[in-house]
């Protein structure tokens, strides 16, 4: 049964049953839509984005060289760079002293 819009009013689905069925499946089968949401919040922040933008093109970057190219303080980078480290968005290697920080997921990059 389909049902239609009138003027600004929605009276219904304008779908059918088996449309509704079809595209609820597709949700259910996306179990880590949770993840994705998680991931477009954190790129909300502009901070954010810069960092995930610099590491896709420079592939690696310590927290200084960061800070710099940004013209922020070091504080600030490494304050965004814990929330994308908690997410599992950002790794990091260590050499000596200096940490070195790239992106864990490669896919990332194609949402920029």
Do not use: F, W
Not at 15 to 41: A, F, G, P, T, Y
Not at 64 to 85: G, N, P
């Amino acid at each position: 049964m389909k049902i239609k819009h009138l003027g600004q009013i929605c009276v219904g689905p304008t779908l059918s049953q088996k449309e509704i069925e079809k595209v609820r499946e597709v949700l259910k089968q996306n179990i880590d839509l949770e993840q994705k949401i998680k991931l477009h919040s954190l790129l909300s922040g502009e901070t954010r984005y810069k960092i995930i933008k610099l590491l896709n093109e420079l592939k690696e970057l310590c927290v200084c060289d960061m800070a710099e190219i940004m013209d922020m303080s070091v504080s600030a980078v490494s304050h965004q760079l814990k929330s994308l480290r908690k997410e599992k968005i950002v790794s990091t290697r260590r050499d000596g002293q200096t940490i070195y920080y790239s992106l864990q997921d490669r896919a990332i990059s194609k949402l920029l």
